[in-house]
């Protein structure tokens, strides 16, 4: 089973940064995608950014070219650098793992909350 902590939220202006850490246990880290998700009052969660384990990345539009998605497997360890962020942008962020794209997401962790004031 692994188990999943985030780290890094805040409170920032907007046109700030904030740095996101996921810490992993368990075992088959590297092999895993590790994804960041969030969910915003009153709306469902949406993924923001995964990784594979050899290190492509995806992101969702709205945060192409201001969000950067990386992993460290010697450390167990995966990061969202957040850059210009938006009032938009406000949420809690959860980190979690899946096998491949043709399996679900799990291993939720407890979500930690980015706050963007305008």
């Known amino acids: 089973q692994v188990q999943l902590v985030e780290s890094g939220g805040g409170l920032v202006q907007a046109g700030g940064s904030l740095r996101l850490s996921c810490a992993a246990s368990?075992?088959?880290?590297?092999?895993?995608?590790m994804g960041w998700h969030r969910q915003a009052p009153g709306n469902q969660r949406e993924l923001v950014a995964f990784?594979?384990?050899?290190?492509?990345?995806s992101y969702v539009d709205s945060v192409k070219g201001r969000f950067t998605i990386s992993r460290d497997n010697a450390k167990n360890m995966v990061f969202l650098q957040m850059n210009s962020l938006k009032p938009e942008d406000t949420a809690v962020y959860y980190c979690?793992?899946?096998?491949?794209?043709?399996?679900?997401?799990?291993?939720w962790g407890q979500g930690t909350q980015v706050t963007v004031s305008s």
């Open positions: 979690a793992t899946r096998q491949s794209i043709f399996t679900g997401w799990q291993n």
């Open positions: 368990g075992s088959s880290f590297s092999r895993n995608h």
């Open positions: 990784i594979t384990g050899s290190g492509s990345t």
